[in-house]
Structure formats: C-alpha cells, structure tokens
C-alpha cells in the first residue's frame, strides 16, 4: 500500500478542523501552497479575473517574488494544479475571452461569491433609503460595475491618505502598500 492511500484512510477518520489546522501550518510553511490556495481562494470568490489580476493579486497576498523568476511558468504550472483540484471536487475551471468579461471563471459561481455579496450588502443597508431605492432600480449589472467604482474609490481615497501621511512616497508605491496591507489583514 502506497503512502498516499495510507494517508488518505488516516483522513477519513480525522476531523475536518484538524485537517485545516494542518493545511494552515503548511500554508505558512511551504509557499508554492500557499500560491495555489491564494489562487484558488480568489476564483472561488470573484469570477472573470484575469492572470494579471491574479498574479497581482496573489503576491500581494504573499510577496512580489512568490512567483519566482520564471513567474509566468509558475502560474501556468499554478493554475494547472488549481484545475485538478477543482476536477476533484466536480468543478471546471474555464477562461473567458469576451471582451466585457474576460478572465479565469468556475461554472455555476457567481460573479461574487455569497460572503462578498453579504459584505457589500451590509454597507449598502447603511446608506440612506434614497439611495437604497436607487440601488433597487439598478440592473445585477450596474451593481456590480458601482461596487468596482466604490472599491477604487475607497482604494484611491486611502492612497491619497497614505501619500499625505508619507510625503516621500509616490503613487505606485502608496497603492503599492495599501493593497499590501488590504490583503495582509483584510482577508
């Protein structure tokens, strides 16, 4: 019996929070997992993202190098590995090469996952009732391209903050350490 069917019949009998208390410990440990579970975790919750936005994405989750020298090779042998975990699980992973969507997608998710419809749901529920009604007149559509709008806004507003705080710094380097600190602490 090989050692991989052994540990899969250790797993059967293993709770599953033990299991992820395990995968964090490696997460923290081993980076090409950390990659990939940042990947996945990011196509789980947004579809259409494409590999820039991933990429970006994930090493600000996890360091500019994360990739490695050969980022490009990295991610598609990243994206390969997220592909057949998903198979496992009876999800594909597709691309879409639509202009108005291009971008990374698993069939039968939403646009946004339910936890980040929630989120956005809940600021939302705090604007007044006017712009409530307003938001109700608005095609699945409109909402979604508002939420973009509102999150580079709330992202431009705390660049600005950062650059008046640190005069030093220019633009890139602000957003740089804002996103930085955003998916840090904020995911």
Not at 74 to 93: N, P, S, W
Not at 126 to 138: A, G, L, S, W
Not at 163 to 182: N, T
Request: proline fraction near 5%; glycine fraction near 4%; charged fraction near 30%.
């Amino acid at each position: 019996m090989t050692w991989l069917i052994k540990i899969k019949l250790m797993a059967e009998s293993v709770p599953d929070e033990l299991w992820l208390t395990m995968l964090r410990d490696d997460l923290d440990r081993d980076l090409i997992t950390a990659r990939r579970a940042a990947l996945l975790s990011l196509l789980w919750l947004e579809s259409y993202q494409t590999r820039e936005s991933l990429m970006t994405r994930t090493q600000l989750r996890l360091g500019q190098e994360c990739f490695n020298r050969q980022a490009l090779l990295t991610f598609r042998r990243d994206m390969q590995a997220v592909k057949a975990i998903l198979v496992v699980q009876g999800y594909e992973l597709k691309y879409s090469r639509r202009p108005e969507r291009p971008g990374y997608f698993i069939p039968g998710r939403p646009a946004f996952a339910p936890e980040r419809l929630k989120a956005i749901r809940g600021a939302v529920q705090e604007v007044d009732p006017y712009q409530i009604e307003i938001f109700n007149r608005m095609t699945p559509q409109e909402r979604l391209e508002r939420a973009g709008q509102l999150s580079a806004d709330v992202l431009d507003l705390a660049i600005q903050s950062l650059m008046v705080e640190r005069p030093g710094l220019s633009r890139s380097e602000a957003q740089r350490e804002v996103l930085h600190r955003y998916y840090q602490f904020g995911s």
